[in-house]
T-cell receptor, first 114, second 110 residues
Framework: KAGVTQTPRYLIKTRGQQVTLSCSPI?????VSWYQQTPGQGLQFLFE???????NKGNFPGRFSGRQFSNSRSEMNVSTLELGDSALYLC?????????????FGPGTRLLVL | QKEVEQNSGPLSVPEGAIASLNCTYS??????FFWYRQYSGKSPELIMS????GDKEDGRFTAQLNKASQYVSLLIRDSQPSDSATYLC??????????FGQGTRLTINP
């Protein structure tokens, strides 16, 4: 079974621009979670989607948004980029039914904001 | 914000020895706990999950959970240089929200 895929893998943007990242979950998985990883803050939860609905959201500003499509693929968007948005953005997929499920991470998108 | 705390290390262990990684969490009602391993420049991969008090063994890895003490640990027996990585403790807060500790950087010395 193919793993979680993320595109693009690397991205360079300038302040004020916006960016859209894509995540394709493992086949059959309906939950997609997004995380931001930085050296200073570690891994932080952004939001989670299940069956096209956002079920949970972390403490990030409204510039960070996401959506999920009927095939469970998900996108996240960051508008008005700031230097501090430079990070590794990871998505993880799971079946989404209960707390004991493992989340499987994709390879990540490394975003650099100049 | 519920917290998960780990000793950031670095933790240095000789090859063949036992590496012990510890994690405490603040939310008493937490039920699902995960250990992920992350190599430099890579994404996290699951090592172990544990939900019940006690020990859970998988090969060279043993996870231990004590809900009364709000403590979860990971033991790595017969440590190998390939075990050198950052180990992340995570707690599922609900609706697939994982709260991670800062990670412990482990180095296995040949």
């Amino acid at each position: 079974k193919a793993g979680v895929t993320q595109t693009p893998r690397y991205l360079i943007k300038t302040r004020g621009q916006q960016v859209t990242l894509s995540c394709s979950p493992i086949s059959g998985h309906r939950s997609v979670s997004w995380y931001q990883q930085t050296p200073g803050q570690g891994l932080q939860f952004l939001f989670e989607y299940f069956s096209e609905t956002q079920r949970n959201k972390g403490n990030f500003p409204g510039r960070f948004s996401g959506r999920q499509f009927s095939n469970s693929r998900s996108e996240m968007n960051v508008s008005t980029l700031e230097l501090g948005d430079s990070a590794l953005y990871l998505c993880a997929s799971s079946l989404g039914g209960n707390l004991e499920e493992t989340q499987y991470f994709g390879p990540g998108t490394r975003l650099l904001v100049l | 914000q519920k917290e998960v705390e780990q000793n950031s290390g670095p933790l240095s262990v000789p090859e063949g020895a036992i590496a012990s990684l510890n994690c405490t969490y603040s939310d008493r009602v937490s039920q699902s706990f995960f250990w992920y391993r992350q190599y430099s420049g890579k994404s996290p991969e699951l090592i172990m999950s544990i939900y019940s008090n006690g020990d859970k063994e998988d090969g060279r890895f043993t996870a231990q959970l004590n809900k009364a003490s709000q403590y979860v640990s990971l033991l790595i027996r017969d440590s190998q240089p390939s075990d050198s990585a950052t180990y992340l403790c995570a707690v599922n807060e609900g609706a697939q929200k994982l709260v991670f500790g800062q990670g412990t950087r482990l180095t296995i010395n040949p």
